[in-house]
T-cell receptor
């Protein structure tokens, strides 16, 4: 238990569906992240939020839409996905950059997404 | 943009010490070096972080030479449960993961 909770753990959706992934942390952290990890590939950073403001969008297609209503919650809205978007989606949080260093990041268990 | 280079994979046996080296020739003055561990289908977990010389905690040691262009994660007496992917990160702010090192521990 890392203190970062992701729901759902598994999701199967059609290419025309709209769904949302949820991430929640009550660690008092100010930074939250979305990552995508395809099978046997490194983690790909998708989005970064600091104090609810998006500070990084790593050229992610618009069919992925993040939302950060407050520092404790992060959503990833999905629509019109493609089969190649099937992957493990991981959320993380950290206290944020503190001067010169990254503070420790805590990851959720991830959502295993399958697009059919 | 600091880039890291690690061996793709390593094999070891239970009880041995494992040293994984990460190369980061373009590390910036402000960058710290952080290592994470990831098991299959789970999120990475923080192991250790350092800036220079040596850092030790209950699970690992991190050795950083004076020029800081590389670092070595040392895992003492590995067990089967240490089989995982180990990532070295140096860039602040973005938490960008490289390809990591896949460590396989055999009985």
């Amino acid at each position: 238990e890392t203190g970062v909770t992701q729901t759902p753990r598994h999701l199967v959706m059609g290419m025309t569906n709209k769904k949302s992934l949820k991430c929640e942390q009550h660690l008092g952290h100010n930074a939250m992240y979305w990552y995508k990890q395809s099978a046997k590939k490194p983690l790909e950073l998708m989005f970064v939020y600091n104090f609810k403001e998006q500070t990084e969008n790593n050229s992610v297609p618009s069919r992925f839409s993040p939302e950060c209503p407050n520092s404790s919650h992060l959503f990833l809205h999905l629509h019109t996905l493609q089969p190649e978007d099937s992957a493990l989606y991981l959320c993380a949080s950290s206290q944020g950059t503190s001067g010169q260093r990254n503070t420790e990041a805590f990851f959720g268990q991830g959502t295993r997404l399958t697009v059919v | 943009l600091a880039k890291t280079t690690q061996p793709i994979s390593m094999d070891s046996y239970e009880g041995q010490e494992v040293n994984i080296t990460c190369s980061h020739n373009n590390i910036a003055t402000n960058d710290y070096i952080t290592w994470y561990q990831q098991f299959p289908s789970q999120g990475p977990r923080f192991i250790i972080q350092g800036y220079k010389t040596k850092v030790t905690n209950e699970v690992a040691s991190l050795f950083i030479p004076a020029d800081r262009k590389s670092s070595t994660l040392s895992l003492p007496r590995v067990s089967l449960s240490d089989t995982a992917v180990y990532y070295c990160l140096v860039e602040i702010g973005k938490l960008i993961f490289g390809t990591g090192t896949r460590l396989q521990v055999f009985p």
